[in-house]
Structures are given as structure tokens and as C-alpha cells.
């Protein structure tokens, strides 16, 4: 099989999310949320998906896909033996009203740069998974696409029997096409798209401008934070793991998963890599989504996952489509919500410090710490002994995780230093007694003849997920402790071109056959922090290789270069931010001079 990439683009605008392939066709949809059924599901299914295209009407064209710079707008420009076009694709995003204006719209601006090409526009949403054909209706300059929840319209300056019949005619003409859910456009459509567009375009960079990037990695630490944008569902501030499902982890591997639910974990690592950049709204936005949970929660416990409105049942079904290139089952809905995953309580902790102690922040809840703290440190003390399933997820597996109790001592120290801000002084002993204890146990899982920190006590394997006992400074950087616990893994873990795998044991399903590309950049962040600048660079030159045509990252990747599971993957996105800033970081201090 030859190297494998997703040959896609995303545009959103944090209400929902567009996967657009090089062919300009709208390949992955779902509205009116990130987690609902697709209005275009191509992706998983050519022939129910359903398709949004505009493409040339020869099949003797080349195309070439890129953003506008800085910007979360998408081109797709084609080039044939009649004419060149572009297609612009916006999901609009701008200040109105001193309020975000996000609308369930997509904007496509198809723009003639040279001679008279024919065209073909293909239009045929779908719905519930693909089982649902709508109704036509013609309007005067719109279709309305009936069955769904809410009302699909289309509206356009093209001729709307030409898109009816799906037949080519001449571009002699910009030309627009605006496709909503909800709310239909009742304002000017060529005005209206335009300025859309060009607020969209001010808006992204705008806030790309007041982002901190460093002077290395620019474009790529600029491409992940505008990717890792689109994740956080602005409306609760939930931020889901990845906007697709069932994306194998590698071919025929039964490994599909559906990610567009938010873990507590995975969002931790992303709040971490906006607070990196100089960007809190989204974290204070997380705030308001993680206190109603709480506040809604009537148990002693957290589930690792939510949906991006709170609810708790996720139920995992099986939906009869094909698949990605046949890949089944096409899975909806994790059934790790109902898994014991015990990190995820210091996870919120770790996530929440800055609002209650960084001076930056104006955060006018700060008097919620009486209620959440005490209410998370109670359950990392409840379950510091207690095995769970771990941040990969086994199935059939529960051990006292090394990542588990990491994220125990990690929780408490942030719980300890949010009670110091506030002057708790007994909240400080408790939390403090519980890192202690965390120390502890985590001293018993520590291999004293192979000198590394395994997965879980007892168990000889070894997992990439422990990397973080040196980039979260638990293990003392500057020690030989450090620099021998990424020996170790490296001698089981690392592969080719720098890529590393979460482990090599057999798991629920088998042996991994793919690496997880955070755990590249985990490593590369750990070579960084012992002072292998040179080899952290090296690996990161590498591992840059393994983007797409557009600098977006998957969640695997095979020893092959090819790209596998869910795209695109916040976990790489953050791991490439993290790295790169770890190394910009050690090339500022004079020894790195």
C-alpha cells in the first residue's frame, strides 16, 4: 500500500467543523454539533454519504489546496485546459455586537482567475447517519433541502437547475454559494459572502497576532493553534479530542473510535498549549463547561469523557456504512464513558491553576475553588491506591497506572498552590499530604534495576505516557534519573524517524501496529528538557514530515510515513506546540547560545 495522507482541509468556526478534500468537495459535516449526523458524510461512505462539490467539469485538471495565511480559510484552487478557478471556503467567525458571530453556515466564494473553465456543483446533503434522503424544494434563488431537524437551505447566484441536474456550465463569473443550517440568508448574497469572508479573514488574523510564537517553528506552531481552535465548542466550551470517527488507527485494524467528545484528558493538554501561546479565553471558557458538570454531577466520581454539552451517556452503536476505505465498524457514541480512568480528576485540577493564580487573569468566579477543589483533592485521595484503565483505554485491562498516580502528585501540587493563592492553610496540608503519599506509591513503581518507570506497578512494560514524569518536571530534569528513563524507552519504543509507539504489548486488540504521534513529541520534549537539544531537534525536523499537504497532523502514524486514525488529532497538534516551545525555550538560555 502506498504511504497513505488525508488529503483534507478544515475550516469552523468553533459552532462546527467541514473536512474539504482536493477536490473541493465537503467531505465530512456534521451539524448542528460537532458529535451529530453528518450533512456530508463522503468520507466514511462514497456512495450514502452525500457530497457538496465544485470541481472542474473535465477530468483533466490538477488542483492544489492552501489557507489564506494566518487564517482558518480554506482554497482549493483548480487548474484545467479552459480556465483556472478557486474556490474559497469560509465558516464564518467575527465580532458583531461586541458578541462572537459564529453561524451554522458555510460560505463558498468560487473565484475565476483565468479563461472561461466549465463547472460542475454537486449539492446532496444527507441525513441520520446517511439514512435519510431530504426533499428538493426550489426557491427563487435557493434550495431548501427538507427531513432535517431544522431547515438546510442553499442559497446562490448559480442557476439552480444546474446544480439540480448537477450539469457543467461556464465560469464567466465569481460566483457564490451559501450553505445554512437554522437560520436561512435573508441579506444580500454577493455583499453578505464577501464581507463574511474579509471579517473572517481579520478575525483569524487578529488572533493570530496576539498569539506568542517564538522565533523557530513559526508556521507549524501557527497552523496547530489555528487547527486546535476549531476544537472547543465556544457554546459550552467543551473541547472535543477530533471532529471525525471511525478513522482507523491502521488499516483493517478494527481500532475505530469516535473522538468527537470531550476527555478531560486530552483537553487539559490543549488548554496547556493555548496558556503556551498567550490565549486564556478558552480555558475560561472550559471553566463554565467543567463547573456545570460538576454542579449537574451526582456521584463521587468523574467519567473521562462528556459530551460537548455535558451528558454522560455516550452509548457506543455500530452504524451500517461502509467505512474509511472499507474500514469497519463505523462506530457513534465511546464506550469508555463508562470506563474508571482515575487521572482525570487531577487532570482538571492541573488545567484549572492558572485561572485561580495567574495575575493575568481577571477571573471573577475565583471563590468556585471552595466548592471544585476540595471536591477534586477528596478524589485523587479516594483513589490514589485504586487500579483503573488507564489513559489508553484498555478494555479488558485495570492496573495502578504509573500516568495515573503522576497525574495524583500533579493534582495535589495544584490544588496545594490554588489554596496558597487563597491563604487555605488547610487545604495546603491536605493537598500536600496527598502529593506526599503520591511520591509514595510512585517510588514503588519505579524499576530500580532497568532504572525507568514501567506502565503500571508491577508490570515490566514500558509506555510512552511516563515521558511525562520528565516534561512535567516530576523526575528532576538535570538528573541522571531523567536521562536513563529515556534510555529505557527508547531501546523498546522508539522507531524510525524519531516516531514512537504508546507500547509494544499485545492489548484487546492485538499488537499496535501504528506509532501514536503524541508520544513522538512527548519524546521529543523529554530530549529537550535532560538538554538533547540537537536530538530534539533532529526528531522534530522529522516528525514534521508527517503532516499532510496543509501542515495538519493524524493521530497515528505508521513506520511508513503513512497517516492513520482520527484528523485532525488535537493530541498532535498540542504535542508539535509543546516541543517546539520546549526547544525555543532551551536555545534562549546562553548554554544553548
Given at each position: ?5 488525508y488529503?483534507l ?22 451539524l ?5 449526523s ?47 478557478f ?12 461586541e ?53 438546510v437551505?442553499?442559497?446562490t447566484d ?28 435573508e ?59 471511525s ?14 467528545y470531550c ?22 471558557k472550559?471553566f ?17 469523557l ?35 480512568q ?12 492558572p485561572?485561580?493564580?495567574d495575575?493575568?487573569l ?8 471552595k ?11 479516594r ?29 495535589a ?7 496558597q ?6 487545604l495546603?496540608?491536605k ?5 506526599r ?12 534495576t532497568?532504572?525507568v518507570?514501567?506502565?503500571a506497578?508491577?508490570t ?22 531523567a ?28 499488537f499496535?501496529?501504528t506509532?501514536?504521534l ?13 538538554g ?6 533532529k ?9 499532510n ?45
Amino acid at each position: 500500500m502506498p504511504v497513505h495522507k488525508y488529503n483534507l482541509g478544515i475550516v469552523g468556526n468553533c459552532s462546527y467543523l467541514a473536512y474539504i478534500d482536493t477536490k473541493a468537495d465537503v467531505k465530512w459535516m456534521c451539524l448542528p454539533k460537532f458529535d451529530s449526523s453528518f450533512l456530508f458524510g463522503s468520507l466514511l461512505d462514497e456512495k450514502k454519504g452525500g457530497h457538496f462539490s465544485i470541481q472542474p467539469a473535465t477530468e483533466n485538471y490538477t488542483s492544489r489546496q492552501y489557507y489564506i495565511p494566518n487564517t482558518n480559510v480554506l482554497c482549493t484552487e483548480f487548474t484545467a485546459p479552459d480556465g483556472v478557478f478557486r474556490v474559497e471556503d469560509c465558516a464564518p467567525r467575527m465580532i458583531v455586537h461586541e458578541r462572537q458571530f459564529r453561524p451554522l453556515m458555510l460560505v463558498r466564494k468560487i473565484k475565476l482567475i483565468q479563461g472561461e473553465p466549465a463547472i460542475r456543483i454537486v449539492c446532496q446533503p444527507t441525513g441520520n447517519y446517511g439514512r435519510m434522503a431530504p426533499e428538493i424544494y426550489t426557491g427563487s434563488n435557493h434550495l431548501r433541502y427538507m427531513g432535517f431537524e431544522q431547515q438546510v437551505r442553499l442559497t446562490t447566484d448559480v442557476p439552480l437547475n444546474w446544480i439540480i441536474k448537477e450539469q457543467q456550465f461556464v465560469l464567466d463569473q465569481d460566483r457564490y454559494l451559501v450553505l445554512t443550517y437554522g437560520e436561512p440568508l435573508e441579506a444580500p448574497l454577493r455583499e453578505t459572502a464577501e464581507s463574511f469572508i474579509n471579517q473572517t479573514i481579520k478575525y483569524w488574523l487578529k488572533w493570530i497576532k496576539s498569539s506568542y510564537i517564538p522565533e523557530i517553528y513559526q508556521d507549524e506552531i501557527i497552523r496547530s493553534a489555528l487547527v486546535l481552535k476549531l476544537h472547543q465548542y465556544e457554546d459550552t466550551g467543551g473541547i472535543i479530542a477530533s471532529g471525525t470517527t471511525s478513522l482507523p488507527e491502521f488499516h483493517d485494524s478494527t481500532r475505530n473510535w469516535d473522538y468527537r467528545y470531550c476527555w478531560f484528558r486530552d483537553a487539559h493538554y490543549t488548554l496547556k498549549a493555548f496558556n503556551q501561546i498567550g490565549h486564556f479565553e478558552e480555558l475560561e471558557k472550559y471553566f463554565d463547561f467543567i463547573q456545570n458538570i460538576l454542579r449537574n454531577n451526582n456521584s463521587d466520581t468523574l467519567q473521562p469523557l462528556y459530551s460537548i454539552t455535558g451528558e454522560k451517556d455516550i452509548e457506543e452503536i455500530t452504524i451500517d456504512l461502509h467505512g474509511y476505505l472499507g474500514n469497519r465498524p463505523v462506530r457513534v457514541g465511546n464506550k469508555a464513558y463508562v470506563q474508571v480512568q482515575h487521572d482525570v480528576y487531577g487532570q482538571v485540577l492541573v488545567s484549572l491553576l492558572p485561572l485561580y493564580t495567574d495575575k493575568r487573569l481577571t477571573f471573577t468566579k475565583k471563590s468556585s475553588y471552595k466548592s471544585i477543589v476540595p471536591w477534586l483533592l477528596a478524589q485523587i485521595e479516594r483513589t490514589l491506591t485504586m487500579p483503573d484503565s488507564g489513559l489508553w483505554e484498555f478494555r479488558n485491562t485495570v492496573q495502578v497506572h504509573t500516568y495515573t498516580l503522576l497525574f495524583h502528585w500533579a493534582g495535589a501540587k495544584a490544588a496545594f498552590k490554588i489554596a496558597q493563592a487563597f491563604n487555605d492553610v488547610e487545604l495546603m496540608k491536605k493537598a500536600d499530604a496527598i502529593a506526599r503519599e503520591a511520591d509514595r506509591l510512585l517510588d514503588t513503581s519505579y524499576d530500580k534495576t532497568r532504572k525507568v518507570y514501567p506502565q503500571a506497578i508491577g508490570t515490566p512494560n514500558l509506555d510512552a505516557s511516563t515521558l511525562s514524569m520528565v516534561t512535567m518536571g516530576y523526575i528532576d530534569q538535570s538528573s541522571e534519573k531523567a536521562k536513563q528513563h529515556i534510555a529505557e524507552l527508547e531501546k523498546e519504543l522508539l522507531a524510525d524517524h524519531g516516531l514512537f509507539y504508546r507500547y509494544k504489548h499485545y492489548d484487546d486488540f492485538g499488537f499496535p501496529d501504528t506509532t501514536f504521534l503524541v508520544c513522538a513529541f512527548w519524546y521529543v520534549d523529554a530530549l529537550a528538557c535532560v538538554g538533547r537539544v540537537d536530538d530534539a531537534i533532529k526528531n522534530l525536523n522529522q516528525l514534521l514530515t508527517f503532516s499532510n499537504h496543509l501542515g495538519i497532523f493524524s493521530e497515528d502514524v505508521g513506520t511508513d510515513g503513512s497517516q492513520w486514525g482520527n484528523f485532525p488529532q488535537t493530541y498532535s497538534h498540542v504535542g508539535l506546540i509543546n516541543a517546539a516551545l520546549r526547544i525555543a525555550k532551551k536555545l534562549d538560555r546562553p548554554e544553548f547560545l
